[in-house]
């Protein structure tokens, strides 16, 4: 299937740090979702992106769809203790009269030291 | 309050044993989809549905089964077939159109 390249792997901030992931693709996708799954539960919707461009916030995090439709970011910033967790990119293809198809990155480890 | 709700949160197979999980929605979301985690990686797909009595296999649907007769629920048994079974299982729901996944709480399965 389809692949996407998620990095960094894991990251290790202090507290009050800004945090800064991405994902790449090497297709065109319609849509990036970014979610964040804490440990042993199912993961949350954080921010949907639609347009190439497009620059989303939701509090402290902003995420940004691409120009290219290939790539999105995720920034965190001023970070705080309740960040920690896993955080999944996902990407897919809307085809006329379906609902999505996801492809997920394999997801940014994050740890905040206090 | 409406949501997606998986069962049992840990479950253990026996060797040579099918097991069921459930996976049951109040969202009124037409799509439902079972996905598998593994240590390290991305969510993988195991089969989805687009409606009630229809049903697609996924990335990595070898040696599991599914069922759609309602569409709040969509079960997952996970066969003997399946040799390595040990992992974190997630259902997501969603309506048709440009709409975001959303996740149950997962079971996590594992071998005895």
């Known amino acids: 299937g389809q692949q996407l390249n998620q990095s960094p792997q894991s990251m290790f901030i202090q507290e009050g740090e800004d945090v800064s992931m991405n994902c790449t693709s090497s297709?065109?996708?319609?849509?990036w979702l970014w979610y964040k799954q804490d440990p042993g539960e199912g993961p949350v919707l954080l921010i949907a992106?639609?347009?190439?461009?497009e620059l989303t916030s939701n509090g402290r995090l902003t995420a940004q769809f691409g120009i290219t439709r290939k790539d999105s970011f995720l920034n965190i910033s001023a970070s705080i203790p309740s960040d920690v967790g896993i955080y999944f990119c996902?990407?897919?293809?809307?085809?006329?009269?379906?609902?999505?198809?996801?492809?997920f990155g394999s997801g940014t480890q994050l740890t905040v030291l206090p | 309050d409406g949501g997606i709700t998986q069962s049992p949160k840990y479950l253990f197979r026996k060797e040579g044993q099918n097991v069921t999980l459930s996976c049951e929605q109040n969202?009124?979301?037409?799509?439902m989809y079972w996905y598998r985690q593994d240590p390290g990686q991305g969510l993988r797909l195991i089969y989805y549905?687009?409606?009630?009595?229809?049903?697609q296999k996924g990335d990595i649907a070898e040696g599991y089964s599914v069922s759609r007769e309602k569409k709040e629920s969509f079960p997952l048994t996970v066969t003997s077939a399946q040799k390595n079974p040990t992992a974190f299982y997630l259902c997501?729901?969603?309506?048709?159109?440009?709409?975001?996944?959303?996740f149950g709480d997962g079971t996590r399965l594992s071998i005895l």
């Open positions: 997501a729901s969603t309506t048709w159109g440009n709409q975001p996944q959303h």
């Open positions: 969202l009124n979301h037409d799509a």
């Open positions: 992106l639609y347009k190439a461009g």
């Open positions: 996902a990407s897919g293809k809307i085809s006329s009269g379906s609902a999505r198809q996801l492809t």
């Open positions: 297709s065109i996708f319609n849509t």
């Open positions: 549905s687009q409606i009630v009595n229809d049903f």
